[in-house]
């Protein structure tokens, strides 16, 4: 599948999403280092209630990396398959649960 068929998908299982959400975006200029390759998709939440709609949406089958803003971070040449979830500082205070 690729960039452009699975956010097609995503955007089809998940038609409410307001926050950002685009395929094959170069991940260089949001990384410390500037270099690397792109995410297959790339998505920016607008807040944590829709982080928690987007990964509910999301077929299980496809991998989640999670970027925070991006310091001591390296990407390979090649990118980075699935989603990688960007998180903004407005996500810095989110704990996880079990």
Known sequence: MSG??????IRDAAPELRGRLSADEPLAP??????GG???ILYSPADE???SYFLKSLD???PVRVLGLGSNTLV????VRGVTIRLGRGFSG???EE
Not at 4 to 9: N, P, S
Not at 76 to 79: N, T
């Open 4 to 9: 452009a068929e699975l956010l097609a998908a």
């Open 30 to 35: 949001i990384v410390w280092f500037r270099a």
């Open 38 to 40: 792109p995410a297959e």
């Open 49 to 51: 209630e829709e982080l």
């Open 60 to 62: 299980p089958s496809i």
């Open 76 to 79: 390979r040449d090649g990118g």
């Open 94 to 96: 989110v704990t996880g």
